[in-house]
Each structure stands twice: as C-alpha cells, then as structure tokens.
C-alpha cells in the first residue's frame, strides 16, 4: 500500500492510497484538471480511479467529483446524509452507503464519526493486512471512545489547522474566528500535538500533518509545536512532514 498526498489546504484536499489491486481517492477537492496532473506526475490516469471515499461535502473536499463521475465512473463511498447534500449523485449508480465497516477485496475500511459544521464528517482507517493508515481532517475534537480504534497506526494523516495565536490576532471576522475554534471548527497545532501523542505507537512510521491554514499557520510553527510537545512528553518520533496546498507528497510505502 502507497500513501500520497496530492493536495491539502483551505483550497482543496485529495490524498492517494495506492495498491495492486485498487487505486483510492480520498476527496476530490481540487480542480479536475489538477488532479490529473498530479496523478500523471505518478504515471496514473484519472480512469484509473477506482473508489473515492469523501469525508464530508464542503467544496474543498468535493469540487471535482461532479466531473469525476462522468469522467471516469469510479464508485463513491459516502454516508447517506453526504449523499444528500449533493443531488448530483442521485442518478449515479456506483455508490455505496456506509453503514458500517466495510471491505473491499483485502481493504478493511472503517470510519469514524468526526465533528465539523456539516451535516456528517468522518475520518477513515484503511487496513491492508497489518497495515493501517488513518485520516482525519476538518474536526473540532476527537472522541476519546474513538482511541483504540485509532492507536498504534503505521501512517497518520492528521489536521494541524491553525496556530491559536496566529488566528485569534489575525484578520478573520470575529464570527469565522469562533467557527474555527469551535468543537465543529478545525484542529488546532496544539489539539494535534495533544491527539497524536495518545494515539501513536510503536507500529507508527509517518505523521503527514494536514488542512493547514495559509492565513492562520505556517509549516514551520505546525512543525516546531508537535515537535516540542513530544520532546516535552518524552516521546521520541521525528518523522513528521506537513502536506502543501499544490505539491504532493513523497509517497509513503507500507
């Protein structure tokens, strides 16, 4: 299994989760045409797209998958309140509703319920044989009854949205500032720090931090926070990378 990010940001986020027998898209929220690039940048055509999972239905999470579907007929996989949300789908044929955990050939998908101001948002832990990676963006907390099923992962892609201060003396309306903050906002650098110091393991190979902010965080201040709150907690993990809003990600092999 291969794990790359082609784009994460306010702008729009898509990750590639690549094995023999699947190529997988989480989110489609770039341009159409920006997702083909990337994927040809990794000698992958956009027809090769098997499935795309979404995590929720804001924009920066959907735009091309109006497109998508026509072009390349892969299958969605969407709670049903996501489904609403988006009536284009509603004569589209290849969906599955996610009831429950899910396979898909040797893929062990399991979701879990996140919190953002949508009508549903769920992170995702695919599994190939003792291989797990986890995905959770857009949440305003985690449920501490979600940990065990979120410990001791080999590759954790994971919201550092914003840096409190950044935000709070920034120049977002008061309103947006709130909304951000809020348990249905975004992840702080510092609730990303407190998160992954309780889930990861030592299975964990990469921590891809993800959904920063351009406005309220830089790489630079997402990287030095995680960093110091495991040097303070005695935890010894370095490989930590951040994902950029138009450039893709070394791939991860697991």
């Not at 489904?83 to 969906?95: E, G, M, N, Q």
């Not at 449920?143 to 994971?158: A, G, P, S, T, V």
């Not at 809020?182 to 990469?206: F, M, Q, R």
């Not at 931090?209 to 406005?215: G, Q």
Request: aromatic content about 8%; some cysteine.
């Amino acid at each position: 299994m291969e794990v790359t990010v082609l784009a994460s940001g306010s702008k729009g986020n898509s990750t590639l989760i690549k094995t023999k027998e699947y190529k997988i898209l989480i989110d489609a929220g770039m341009s159409t045409k920006y997702l083909e690039n990337k994927l040809r940048e990794l000698e992958i055509l956009l027809q090769d797209i098997d499935y795309i999972f979404l995590t929720h239905t804001h924009t920066d999470h959907t735009n091309a998958l109006k497109t998508l579907i026509k072009k390349c007929k892969p299958t969605i996989i969407m709670t049903e309140k996501m489904f609403l949300d988006l009536p284009y789908l509603k004569d589209y044929d290849s969906i599955i509703i996610l009831t429950d955990d899910i396979n898909i050939g040797n893929l062990k998908i399991e979701s879990i319920p996140t919190s953002h101001d949508t009508s549903d948002s769920r992170g995702y832990i695919i599994t190939k044989e003792d291989f797990s990676v986890v995905v959770i963006t857009d949440t305003g907390y985690i449920n501490q009854k979600h940990f065990n099923k979120l410990k001791n992962k080999d590759i954790y892609i994971f919201e550092s949205n914003h840096d409190v201060e950044l935000l709070m003396n920034g120049s977002y309306p008061s309103w947006l500032k709130r909304r951000v903050f809020s348990d249905v906002g975004h992840l702080s650098n510092e609730a990303a720090s407190y998160y992954l110091a309780k889930l990861i393991g030592p299975k964990t190979k990469k921590i891809i931090l993800a959904h920063l902010s351009e406005e309220n965080n830089t790489p630079e201040i997402a990287l030095e926070n995680i960093n110091d709150y495991f040097a303070k907690n005695n935890i010894e993990f370095t490989n930590i990378v951040t994902a950029k809003q138009n450039e893709i990600t070394k791939g991860i092999e697991v």
